[in-house]
Nanobody, 121 residues
Framework: QVQLVESGGGLVQAGGSLRLSCAASGSFFDINAMGWYRQSPGKQRELVAAITSGGSTNYADSVKGRFTISRDNAKNTVYLQMNTLKPEDTAVYYC???????????????WGQGTQVTVSS
């Protein structure tokens, strides 16, 4: 069984910072890309940032220059440093990882339970 456990969400004032963490654990033998998505009420889930196992990154235009994604492959953990937060960043943030397991040897998407980020104006 695979788990993605997120931490670091919370309430912050506009202009503040938060750091999200997501650790993958369980029975898998490799991880490809990891990333963060977010979803606010009435909106579709959207990609915030992603990072490959080699360190290549991709960001949504709305967060470029403010958010930084990184990962520690030894710890199977991905991070999202969020600076200069805006009220429109308010959402549930979900961790995503493309993992290779015995059940899914060709790989598949796994999701965390989500962590709430609320930015007050």
């Amino acid at each position: 069984q695979v788990q993605l456990v997120e931490s670091g969400g919370g309430l912050v004032q506009a202009g503040g910072s938060l750091r999200l963490s997501c650790a993958a654990s369980g029975s898998f033998f490799d991880i490809n890309a990891m990333g963060w998505y977010r979803q606010s009420p009435g909106k579709q889930r959207e990609l915030v940032a992603a990072i490959t196992s080699g360190g290549s990154t991709n960001y949504a235009d709305s967060v470029k220059g403010r958010f930084t994604i990184s990962r520690d492959n030894a710890k199977n953990t991905v991070y999202l440093q969020m600076n200069t937060l805006k009220p429109e960043d308010t959402a549930v943030y979900y961790c995503n990882a493309y993992l290779f397991t015995l059940i899914r040897p060709g790989g598949g998407d796994y999701w965390g339970q989500g962590t709430q980020v609320t930015v007050s104006s």
